[in-house]
């Protein structure tokens, strides 16, 4: 038998889904957020935008290659399993208006900031971003 007698530790991590209509800058996103340019808020923000933001990957590619995805599990499956069948809705939804559709993951291993995310549950929604970060595994 063998004991772990050093530091040990309990990672975690949750996924995310984007939904956007063309680009959305920085600037864009801390007004969604409601996060002033003096803030003393604004680097966590620019950090969540740079993690949800510059690492999309399409969702059918995402779910297919997620570590979570079950064999011969659909994307609609895996979002109301992993999710919400009101997120599945809020994909449906943006898709037929024109959004692109992205997943994404945070990790609790990560930066203090990325941790504080992955331990939330929430979205964030305007007239051409939504980030639904609805999966809390905590």
Do not use: Q
Not at 20 to 37: E, M, P, Q, S, Y
């Amino acid at each position: 038998m063998k004991i772990k007698t050093d530091f040990v530790t309990n990672s975690s991590s949750t996924c995310f889904v984007v939904m956007r209509k063309g680009n959305v800058t920085l600037g864009d996103f801390l007004k969604i957020v409601g996060v002033a340019a003096n803030s003393r808020f604004k680097d966590i923000y620019e950090e969540l935008f740079r993690l949800c933001i510059n690492e999309e990957t399409p969702l059918e590619e995402a779910v297919r290659v997620h570590r979570w995805h079950k064999c011969g599990e659909s994307v609609e499956e895996f979002v109301k399993r992993i999710f919400s069948v009101e997120t599945w809705n809020r994909i449906e939804n943006a898709r037929k208006a024109g959004y692109k559709v992205y997943m994404g993951d945070l990790s609790s291993s990560e930066t203090a900031v990325e941790c504080f995310f992955c331990t939330e549950a929430f979205v964030i929604e305007s007239d051409k971003f939504i980030l639904d970060a609805t999966n809390d595994g905590w």
